[in-house]
């Protein structure tokens, strides 16, 4: 983490947002085919900052697919009815009704969560393309899960190292996402339970992060949901303190590409009656792990 001052690197600066998280990138344009060295300190500025906001981006479905695949293959979610009609690496997110149907996920989760924790393999990131939003409302909360974890006292950390939590789509949409139609059995059974280490260590810079959610973790292995609830509850309102997050307000053009390995985020609520359009790729990730220090 650079200690509050701006940064170059391949031709782009960066300027972190908040000393918790995020970098704000300017001097890169996404519609084009970015150098390996472009692409190499981009990643590096994801490591160790959990966020980047590029600004006044243009891009085609393409050219946004493009851009995300040069961190890793880019996954096709299992609400494929909400995914771009000839890209389904594309999901879109949306309130906009057209024939009758929505033509995106609508409601927003606005519960703290990572996305697709719930997989074997979850997320690196995602990378959330504003083409519309409300002019008030609908920002999207992040947080540093590397601050949280850090911030912890040493006996709570020394007791989720040693815990793991069973997240569990199916759980979170019955509860949380009660609004949309319900998942079919063909779509619950892609996505069983799956228990991931509580702190899990970032493959790329080493640092450890809290990885849990209340709205995505059913309990904690060994602990029936009565007893884990209300544990998950205060871990989740420690971890999303105001000095732990950062509250983007969109633009048409943002392009937001953050961590899912040590960041979670929420959406904000708007007046329904603005459009919101929005395009996210989600690439592809590894199983979590968590390594104590020698």
Not at 209 to 232: D, K, T
Not at 270 to 283: A, C, G, H
Request: negative net charge; glycine residues 6%.
């Amino acid at each position: 983490m650079k200690n509050g001052e701006s940064w170059q690197a391949a031709g782009m600066s960066f300027t972190p947002i908040t000393s918790a998280i995020g970098a704000e990138v300017e001097g890169v344009d996404l519609a084009e085919d970015l150098s390996d060295e472009q692409i190499a300190a981009l990643r590096q500025a994801l490591s160790d900052h959990s966020l980047l906001l590029l600004r006044g981006q243009s891009v085609s479905p393409e050219q946004h697919i493009r851009f995300s695949r040069r961190f890793g293959d880019l996954e096709k979610h299992v609400l494929s009815d909400f995914c771009l009609p000839g890209h389904p690496e594309i999901f879109i997110v949306s309130n906009i009704v057209e024939n009758g149907r929505h033509i995106g996920a609508y409601g927003g989760a606005k519960e703290w969560h990572s996305d697709l924790s719930y997989m074997a393999e979850p997320s690196l990131g995602s990378a959330f393309y504003c083409l519309e939003c409300p002019s008030e409302g609908g920002e999207t909360e992040f947080a540093s899960m590397f601050a949280a974890y850090d911030a912890l006292d040493d006996d709570r950390k020394t007791w989720l190292a040693s815990q793991r939590a069973v997240h569990d789509y199916a759980y979170h949409y019955a509860t949380f996402l009660s609004h949309r139609k319900p998942l079919t059995e063909e779509q619950k059974a892609k996505i069983p339970p799956i228990a991931h280490p509580c702190v899990r260590t970032h493959p790329d810079n080493g640092r450890p992060a809290l990885y849990l959610s209340y709205a995505l973790v059913s309990h904690f292995e060994g602990m029936s949901p009565e007893e884990s609830r209300p544990l998950l509850k205060e871990l989740t309102e420690f971890a999303t303190q105001p000095q732990f997050t950062y509250k983007h307000a969109w633009r048409p053009g943002d392009m937001v590409f953050w961590d899912n390995r040590s960041a979670m985020h929420r959406a904000c609520p708007f007046d329904d009656n603005s459009r919101r359009l929005m395009y996210r790729t989600t690439i592809e990730g590894d199983r979590p792990f968590f390594k104590t220090a020698a």
